[in-house]
Nanobody
């Protein structure tokens, strides 16, 4: 089992920045990648960014087109954490952001989510 705890959400004005963090605990060795999804009201949950945390592709990243150039995902192996630096935020970035950890085998683990609101 893996437990994920997100932090860093909140209210920010358009053009502002926020930094989300996700701390993982438990069977960390089973995790191959971590990332962030988001879900806005009335929309499906969508991938925002992901990073490979193990294997030959360790450190490789993947971003949704809508956030490329604005968001950066990174990992802190010492803290078993991933962060999502979000810059130039737009109102359409408003959503609940969920941390995800995917093991090599089996279903992924999800955090409880943290709300990001971009509004003036």
């Amino acid at each position: 089992q893996v437990q994920l705890v997100e932090s860093g959400g909140g209210l920010v004005q358009p053009g502002g920045s926020l930094r989300l963090s996700c701390a993982a605990s438990g069977d960390i060795a089973s995790i191959n990648s971590m990332g962030w999804y988001r879900q806005a009201p009335g929309n499906q949950r969508e991938l925002v960014a992901a990073i490979t945390t193990g294997g030959i592709s360790e450190g490789s990243t993947n971003y949704a087109d809508s956030v490329k150039g604005r968001f950066t995902i990174s990992r802190d192996n010492a803290k078993n954490a991933v962060t999502l630096q979000m810059n130039s935020l737009k109102p359409e970035d408003t959503a609940v952001y969920y941390c995800i950890a995917a093991p090599n085998i089996g279903m992924p683990y999800w955090g409880k989510g943290t709300l990001v609101t971009v509004s003036s």
